[in-house]
């Protein structure tokens, strides 16, 4: 019967393709991204994945000959759910590297289980100081920072350099926002400057009104404030609608005047002082390379966390690339990661002997660029910045 | 005292917001026994499609009217839909209710993240209200002025209607009791279809006079959510008086509390709640009978 034979000849291409795809995917690199890509981190977990993807299309999405295969799950910012979605990508994707993580209580949360599943995971955000100190791990690597790494640096130079003595700190009410909020202080104080209040509402705050109450009782030479994604844009656009931008010069953490911040705020934004390891604004071939190629890619600015998922990404590729896609042996692929230096858009990458990036901070004031509309400027540079600050010590 | 005049103006603006909110909520819930989960979904969709609308014809106003209009319809349009097939259910179908409003939470969050993306986005303040004004010496920015203005006047029109015309004697003898207001002629079910309209609409109003103060992102939809249900809890289900004094209190209470007893904010929009239901159950103004 014809219809059997036609039958048989399916199967039998079928087993064919099966088999054969088989074989390639246990050729695949797979790569987990875990982002908080539902709620508050939205935003920059699109960006994120957005520069991770960059970084792998730029490497051809292959290394040695095998192909990149990336896998995002939502961490939804919680950390029952990112353990959960870690040990998915790890135990039925059978990813060989994980990246990601924006919110520090995920990141903590998955240390032991990555610890004791020998599973390395690239870090790209979470700042959560004690993961790459007291809790490292040989399989956790930062791109990011510390939290302190930054801001301990800044504080000093706000009291220093700047020159502004009285500050008060508004941060939004979490572990990382506290230390920072504490760091800034100790960075303040060792430059003479005090800290005369500190203001933590909570991460969800939809109008910061109530609080500039306090401020201006407060009365200082000027604000410091960390707040990221939609909160950020609220709080800078209050702050100038009040009127506070000309009575108290506001400086912030990066994401404070993050690019998508920038266009939605507007002139509100304009002469916000904020620092980070990276602007889109740096004057670097490396740098107008990458940000030529995310705006032709995305049709947008890169913010601070594609720069974020692009270095992560980044730090990946050249590990993969120092085994030859070799993942079998994960010490080889750990001392190969430990290893990588490359150019960055923000400068020169490399990681400290506890797995922690070293970075360029650079101070950055919103202000129009070239184009017209507005950029962070980079106004000052300090180098090579490493966790315990100033260099080799604890911060604290 | 002046710290306490701009916490006061601050606690109005915030006040008239969620009374926006929670009198759309509140009549809804009053006349149709419907808890519309789903309010929060249509105060930004307002603000969407605000920001849609402002970007294609740069008028804000235009922008201010017309959002709650199309959002209105759209209100219209699923209760005749999706609401109206549930009425006739056993208990009147609230479980089904919740669990369908439950459900457009997150198509509607979908549908916004797919067309407009996930970033916040900003709603530029009109021309005619950036600045600030001074007032005995408490500044406040001119469109958190127009804000206040502009919860008071909808308060009043609003209560023209419902205690001082025909439509609104038929919708308080719905609220009073839908089945005798049927048995005297009165279209209840087209009554229905008003309210929800009304009620989204007010919502969407919200959501885009909110816009140039607090940014137009996915995820507003249920940080609002939240307060409003307390706000209605309070005032007591189906009054709009409820809806406004119990707005303002919570609007002054939270913008207190933030000030002079930072570590029990949200604590205290809860406990105000308690203080509340302990000596009224039913609310400030909610009605007796069940």
Redesign the interface.
Known sequence: MPNHRYCRLFWALALIVGCGGTVWAQGEIKVGLLYSTSGIYAGPSKQGIEGATLAFEEAGNQIGGRKIVLIVEDDEAKPDVALAKAKKLVESDRVQVLMGVIWSPNAMALRPYLHERKAPLVLSEAAVRPITQEAGSPYIFRTSFASGQMTHPFGNYACSKLGYKKIVVIAFDSVFGREEGDFFESGCKQAGGAVVEKIYPPVETADFAPYFARIQQANPDAVWALWSGAAALRFVKQYSDFGLKQKYPLLGFGPLTDEFILKAAGPAAQGVISYYHYSPAIDSADNKRFVEAYRKRFGSEPGVFSSGGYLAARVIIEGAKAVQGDFSDTGRFLAALKAVQFDAPGGKFRFDAHQNAIHNLYIRKVQPGPGGPLVNMPIDVLKDIEQYWPKGKPAK | MQ?AG??IL??L??GMLLFLLSAGLSLIFGLMRVLNLAHGSFYMLGAFIGLALLGWTGNYWLALLVAPLLVALLGALIEVLFLRPLYRREHGGHLDQMLLTVGFIFVFADIV?SIW??????L??PELLTG?VSFLGV?M?K??VFIIALGLALGIALWLVIEHSGIGTKLRAGVDDADMAAGLGINVSRMFTWTFALGVGLAALAGVAAGP???V????DV??LIVTLIVVVIGGMGSLKGALLASVLIGEA???G??YL?EA??FLIYLVMLGVLLFRPTGLFGLRHQ
């Open positions: 710290v701009f916490q601050n606690g603006v915030y993240r993306g996930a970033d916040v986005l900003g530029p303040t600030a500044f920015p469109y958190r103060m607090l940014g992102n996915v995820g507003m940080e609002i939270d913008t207190f933030k000030v930072p904010t949200m």
